[in-house]
């Protein structure tokens, strides 16, 4: 198990430019992910089934769980900047298909909301040490409380964004009004980018990332917990 002295330390202010602009970013980008609860609503109207649009609902969270197991044993191997600039690159061809594919088969948005996942399950908890690591050690926990706060912030707001860009619409019970919805999400996605552009970055721990997620998963704790996430959401 690592200990505190395995980690980049930081000195300074805990709410410094850093912490905003990742602040900034992190909840950009979550508005950008709840815009897409909305790709079920979209898809009933197109006319699709019922299996099909509640699969593409949990799509999201089955390819976080994927690429956790598949690839979160690199995490550590690049610095938080490279890597989390890389986990943007599947939420940029996501908003992209979820704007282009409107007119083609709905199976299409399983790829949209399956792309997210490797942001979801790979990207925020980086950004999370990110930013923590960007602030004295003794202030983190202070770093991940106000990033929770933020994010929770995101998750009512993407919804409620989604939904009042829907009513501008003349129609928006129309598939098509959810266009302007895509949209928007589209155009949080370079927003999200400038803001993490603008932080400084924060170098890897020096640790073996060839190590495989398997021991940890045996672990009692590990299960304890993965039991207490799934309960709870």
Same mark, same amino acid.
Request: hydrophobic share 55%; net charge neutral.
């Given at each position: ?21 990742? $602040? ?31 699969? *593409? ?39 992209? +298909?979820? +704007? ?11 790829? *949209? $909301? ?9 990207? +925020? %908890? ?37 939904? +009042? ?33 603008? $932080? %400084? ?13 398997? %021991? ?12 207490? $996430?799934?309960?709870?959401?």
């Amino acid at each position: 198990m690592r200990s505190a002295s395995d980690f980049p330390t930081a000195t300074g202010p805990v709410f410094s430019r850093s912490f905003f602009t990742l $602040t900034l970013a992190f909840f950009v980008y979550v508005v950008n992910l709840n815009l897409f609860n909305l790709v079920p609503y979209f898809l009933e109207l197109r006319g699709a089934g019922e299996a099909l649009y509640g699969a *593409v609902g949990g799509m999201a969270g089955l390819a976080s769980f994927a690429f956790i197991v598949l690839l979160g044993h690199m995490a550590d191997t690049h610095s938080r900047k490279r890597a989390i600039l890389l986990y943007l690159i599947p939420v940029a061809v996501s908003d992209v +298909l979820a +704007l282009t594919m409107m007119q083609q088969h709905p199976a299409w948005y399983l790829l *949209v $909301t399956g792309l997210q996942g490797a942001m979801t399950g790979l990207g +925020l %908890p980086l950004l999370f040490l990110w930013a923590a690591e960007r602030a004295p050690f003794e202030r983190r926990m202070d770093v991940f409380a106000w990033l929770g706060v933020g994010g929770l912030c995101a998750d009512a707001f993407g919804p409620l964004l989604g939904e +009042l860009v829907l009513n501008l619409s003349d129609n928006p019970e129309s598939p098509q009004a959810y266009a302007a919805v895509f949209w928007a999400g589209l155009i949080c996605f370079p927003v999200t980018l400038a803001l993490m552009l603008a $932080t %400084p970055d924060a170098p890897a721990p020096a640790v073996d990332g060839r190590q495989s997620l398997l %021991p940890l998963l045996r672990r009692r704790e590990t299960l304890l917990l993965l039991a207490a $996430t799934t309960l709870f959401g």
